[in-house]
């Protein structure tokens, strides 16, 4: 970018206006409210992760509700195993992205994600949540379609929690859930 402006400056051009940036506080203002409910505590928060990304087919999702429980800023990253270099990678989305990429086939396809058992550690305001989840297209679907581990990085800012990261990992044949992630503990 910086290149492009001395070039427009080289050749007499004025370079596109960059977008004013906004202040911390004006990017808080800009989330929309929680119901207190949902960011009192990890657990709450947590509960209200799963609850606003599940629904049945034709069902529109929350997405307010959804911005409502992360800071800003926040992040989704899903990893994986590239089939071909065998390498483990991530993608780190934006809240916008993940929905993008995300909304066909969570409204579409129908899709619950249900905890099935966490593990949290806390220091502070912050805390560090794994929880395992099993998904579904339909609550009464008999098996999980899926399965894996939510990793998720907590803030209290003294008036809330808030969700800063949610990074996650499937279970594969080659990687299944350890034993331990499928209870809930310390």
Known sequence: MLSAFLIAASIGMQA????????????????????PADVSSPEAIVTALYSVISGDAGVKRDWKRFH????????????GMNPETKKAGARIDSLEEYIRKNRSFLEDDGFHEVEVARRMERFGNI??????????HKLSDPKPFMRGINSIQLLNDGSRWWILSVAWS???PDHPIPAKYLKSGD
Do not use: C, D, M, N
């Not at 960059?18 to 409210?33: T, Y």
């Not at 409502?68 to 990893?79: C, E, Q, V």
């Not at 929880?131 to 579904?136: A, G, K, L």
């Open 16 to 35: 596109a206006p960059q977008p004013k940036p906004i202040s911390h506080a004006e990017a808080l203002a800009a989330v929309p409210a929680a119901a």
């Open 68 to 79: 409502s429980l992360f800071y800003p800023g926040a992040r989704t990253i899903p990893t």
């Open 170 to 172: 499937q279970e594969t």
């Open 127 to 136: 805390a560090h949540v794994l929880s395992t989840y099993e998904s579904r």
